[in-house]
């Protein structure tokens, strides 16, 4: 039996992986969070409180639990907090990842990290794995420590990098598709920028890639996101499609005329060929991914 220890288990990839693993019996998990409670405390699921910037406290975790993986779901993702708060960003985005490459090599456990897309420019995107990072920003910049940490540790280790997440969850802090929706649904008028192209990533392809790597027994750098490369308006304009939204409501704007703190790259998104054969798996597209997202919508209004 496989024992898997989920880091950050609170956030919407941490829930999607623990709903998923943890009712399955040939797994052994053990959910983490740096909160107290468990989002999903009326359920028979293991936890326990664990903030991964103290480094004896997972030490101590995970030599106790002696997990066979270790799944990094944490991180300090808001771009703009990063770049006003670099000694906390980089506590969270590293320091935390030195913890558990630390504690994995320890125990001989396998670490998947999840990585992003700001660790590249964004001038000539889409990527494949093997193109040289080059980040713009502060948030990039932690990440791409964080990825250097694990490559260079001499432990078994895949770096999953996305970008665009979107999903919903209990209680998980907004990302661009939930605001999208919440704000036409409010009758807002909203500005968004047509000249950020990525690949918008439903979270139940990333969860999905993750569990196929361990499961795969495979290493190194995956490259995992939606199966299309369109602008920000662009999916806001599918978005207002799926859920019957006023589409009229949403301005194209140009990134500039944002004034956002840090800088964002541009022309990003992923190649994703390699996952899609190592992994043997089929990525959403955006309206796939919208059509599945409304669905969890109304299941969890029910």
Same mark, same amino acid.
């Not at 941490?14 to 989002?39: H, K």
């Not at 910037?53 to 030490?59: A, E, G, H, L, Y």
């Not at 704007?253 to 089929?282: C, Y």
């Not at 599945?292 to 299941?299: A, C, D, N």
């Given at each position: 039996?496989?024992?898997?220890? %989920? @880091? ?30 468990? $989002? ?17 406290? $997972? #030490?101590?975790? &995970?030599?106790? *639990? ?19 708060? =670099? ?13 558990? &490459? ?5 125990? =001989?456990?396998?670490?998947?990290? &999840? ?25 990039? #910049?932690? #990440? ?15 770096? $999953? ?6 999903? @919903?969850?209990?209680? &998980?802090?907004?990302? !661009? ?11 807002? =008028? ?20 993750? %569990? ?19 602008? +920000? ?7 207002? /499609? ?9 301005? +194209? ?6 004034? /956002? ?8 998104? !992923? ?11 089929? *990525? ?15 299941? =969890? #209004?029910?």
């Amino acid at each position: 039996m496989k024992r898997i220890l %989920i @880091c950050g288990s609170n956030g919407l990839l941490g829930q999607r992986l623990s709903s998923i693993l943890s009712g399955q019996t040939q797994y052994e998990v053990l959910n983490t969070s740096i909160e107290r409670s468990f $989002v999903f405390d009326d359920r028979m699921f293991d936890y326990t409180q664990l903030d991964i910037t103290n480094r004896s406290d $997972v #030490k101590s975790l &995970v030599s106790s *639990f002696q997990p066979d993986v270790i799944l990094n779901a944490a991180a300090a993702t808001n771009v703009d907090w990063c770049e006003s708060n =670099h000694e906390a960003a980089w506590k969270i985005n590293v320091t935390a990842v030195e913890n558990l &490459v630390e504690a994995a090599r320890k125990v =001989h456990a396998q670490l998947i990290h &999840v990585s992003t897309d700001y660790i590249f420019d964004g001038k000539s995107g889409p990527y494949d794995e093997t193109a040289s990072p080059n980040p713009i920003g502060y948030y990039g #910049k932690t #990440k791409l420590a964080s990825e250097n940490a694990v490559r260079t540790a001499d432990i078994s280790y895949a770096i $999953v990098r996305t970008l665009v997440l979107y999903g @919903c969850g209990i209680g &998980v802090k907004s990302n !661009f598709a939930l605001w999208l929706i919440q704000s036409l649904r409010e009758g807002k =008028h909203i500005r968004v920028v047509e000249d950020q192209v990525g690949n918008p990533t439903y979270v139940g392809d990333l969860a999905a890639a993750i %569990i196929r790597i361990f499961e795969l027994s495979r290493q190194g750098i995956y490259h995992v996101a939606g199966s299309e490369n369109i602008s +920000r308006y662009d999916f806001a304009l599918r978005a207002a /499609q799926v859920f019957n939204l006023d589409a009229s409501l949403i301005e +194209r704007v140009k990134t500039s005329d944002l004034n /956002q703190t840090a800088a964002r790259p541009m022309q990003s998104g !992923f190649i994703l060929n390699k996952a899609e054969k190592e992994l043997d798996i089929r *990525f959403h597209n955006a309206t796939e991914g919208l059509l599945m997202l409304k669905q969890e919508l109304e299941e =969890h #209004k029910n």
